[in-house]
């Protein structure tokens, strides 16, 4: 075996949660340690067999984003209350996000440090460096983590999109980085749900190949996307994983033969010195893999779909959410509608809509609105032609007019589902609306996904787990 003076150790627990351990200082990173997560929609893959009671006391927790695979409000508050895994004295890493911060504060959270970019933090004997991320498609911020003791340096991406400019910068703080958790897989979550593309998305994956062969770390493990859909939302595995961490790691021999790497699961522990690195599998005293279930997410985007179905167990029940769905679509959602800022858009793309919407018994009604009228009604009789489909469970749709759930839960969850076909036809003219830009969804515009349903959702969780024991 070859020798190595150990200087770092990161230890994998799940997903994106890892424990770097230097010779004083422990740093816990985006802990989701229990199923199920994401809205309960999604479970840990491969499932871990972690022992609570065995993790080493954590001086440093780095928050690197508020995606809920990365910011889980069980796991944070199992954290906060447990008094024994979280020094007292620990330092809270958290980008500068007010619902992530305000989320922290009801849990009871101290000593928290809002990151910035590559403004260095040195505590005991690290020195830990967020690094930005360019990533358009949230509104809010997120960052990787460059750690330091000294000798060695290792980095850990997560999510985080990164440009030319800020690798340079990376490699001019520290020269060749000894160790990356790398970005390796490009998801697909919510592609089926909006009837989008569902090939692997080639030039967003060729750029996580490029980041690492202009990075160069001398090694390289996959970083987080270890979790899979469960039970009655098992078919959305087969369309939202394009690739494995054992294609990234085999494309990348190609791309830069000359950067080591190798499989990284929970349990694995990766010893990191300036004479190299090595890795034991499930060496781990504390976390281990439970069932290696990983073949669950075999990309298959050709497989059985699931049916939309409403989640109630009893007819009563069911009839009454759908008087609920036909009072509120011939009360307030026409009216919504019809006051919308996006009524002409509808209206110049000769807009033929339909809602349908799916009960407990498999049975669906619909509802038609056709935005070429002047003044719009809606029909129960269908028009023939659609341009823009929405389908969605009654339960679902009752929870959106109650305020109870959140795109997050409906919009992957596979109880929605949407289409358009939209073109507009004149006198000697076709004109159709650019397939890579996305149509203003009717149900979107009625219950936009804001800030007030993101903060609702994780006070919402704050309520369910700050006091269970």
Request: proline share 5%; charged share 25%.
């Amino acid at each position: 075996l070859l020798l190595i003076k150990i200087m770092l150790k990161t230890t994998l627990i799940a997903h994106a949660s890892m424990l770097i351990q230097s010779n004083k200082t422990t740093i816990l990173t985006d802990p989701v340690w229990f199923d199920y997560l994401w809205e309960e929609v999604n479970v840990l893959c491969p499932s871990i067999d972690l022992d609570l009671k065995k993790i080493p006391p954590i001086d440093v927790l780095n928050l690197s984003h508020r995606h809920q695979d990365h910011f889980d409000v069980r796991t944070l508050a199992y954290l906060a209350r447990s008094g024994s895994v979280l020094n007292p004295d620990a330092t809270i890493l958290a980008p500068n996000d007010d619902i992530l911060i305000d989320v922290l504060k009801e849990l009871n959270y101290r000593n928290i440090v809002i990151v910035e970019e590559f403004k260095s933090i040195s505590i005991r004997d690290v020195t830990l460096t967020p690094t930005p991320s360019l990533n358009e498609g949230d509104y809010f911020p997120e960052h990787g983590l460059l750690v330091n003791d000294g000798e060695v340096t290792i980095w850990n991406q997560v999510d985080t999109v990164v440009s030319p400019e800020i690798i340079s910068y990376i490699n001019k703080l520290y020269g060749r980085l000894d160790f990356s958790h790398s970005r390796f897989l490009p998801l697909l979550e919510g592609n089926f749900t909006h009837h989008k593309t569902l090939a692997i998305p080639f030039e967003e994956y060729s750029s996580f190949l490029k980041v690492a062969g202009a990075l160069k770390p001398k090694f390289i493990v996959p970083g987080s996307a270890a979790f899979r859909y469960r039970d009655e939302h098992d078919f959305l595995n087969r369309y939202s994983f394009p690739t494995t961490p054992e294609q990234f790691l085999a494309d990348l021999k190609e791309f830069c033969p000359d950067i080591k790497t190798n499989t990284f699961n929970p349990g694995d522990i990766a010893y990191i010195s300036k004479e190299g690195v090595r890795i034991d599998q499930q060496s781990s005293d504390f976390v281990r893999i439970l069932d290696d279930d990983s073949d669950k997410i075999i990309f298959k985007p050709v497989m059985e779909v699931t049916p939309i179905i409403s989640t109630v167990s009893d007819s009563e029940t069911n009839n009454n959410e759908m008087q609920v769905v036909e009072d509120y679509i011939q009360g307030a959602y026409i009216d919504l509608l019809s006051a919308s800022d996006k009524l002409d858009g509808w209206r110049h793309w000769q807009t033929l809509y339909q809602l349908e919407v799916f009960d407990a018994s498999g049975g669906s009604e619909s509802w038609n609105i056709d935005f070429r009228e002047k003044k719009i009604h809606v029909y129960k009789k269908n028009q023939g032609k659609i341009t823009l489909y929405e389908g969605i469970a009654a339960s679902d749709f009752v929870k959106l007019i109650n305020g109870s759930t959140s795109w997050d839960y409906v919009g992957i969850s596979g109880n929605y589902r949407t289409f358009n076909n939209i073109y507009r036809v004149g006198l000697g003219t076709f004109e159709f609306f650019p397939i890579d830009r996305s149509f203003p969804l009717p149900l979107l515009q009625v219950f936009p996904s804001n800030r007030e349903m993101d903060r609702n959702k994780y006070m919402k969780d704050v309520l369910r787990w700050k006091d269970k024991a």
